[in-house]
């Protein structure tokens, strides 16, 4: 699979990075933010993106992942070390994603 990361961590994306490359998926990023989101999906579609909700400038993986859903079809695998009930409900039914609390 085509896998993008999300992170604006850099040893939590780079970690991510290494163990989906250990299983044989080609990874696409990391990238941080947004901006740097389309550019990667402009030259490449990933077929899944590991999301963290809170990245770079402010910005909200929530708001990313329903923007690759609603343009690319490309859903998320979230991640995050925040993650309360009143978040994870709102991303099930909004994203329809999957949640992986750190």
């Known amino acids: 699979m085509n896998i993008l990361i999300v992170e604006d961590e850099f040893l939590i994306a780079l970690d991510l990075q290494m163990q989906l490359e250990q299983l044989q998926h080609s990874v696409l990023g990391p990238v941080k933010d947004f901006a740097a989101c389309r550019e990667v999906v402009a030259q490449s579609r990933p077929d899944l993106a590991f999301m963290d ?27 995050s070390g925040n993650l309360d009930e009143q978040t994870q ?4 039914v909004t994203c329809h994603g999957t949640l992986i609390q750190l």
């Open 89 to 92: 409900t709102r991303l099930r």
């Open 53 to 79: 909700l809170r990245l770079a400038n402010g910005e909200s993986g929530e708001d990313l992942a329903q923007w690759l859903l609603s343009q690319y079809s490309i859903r998320c695998i979230f991640m």
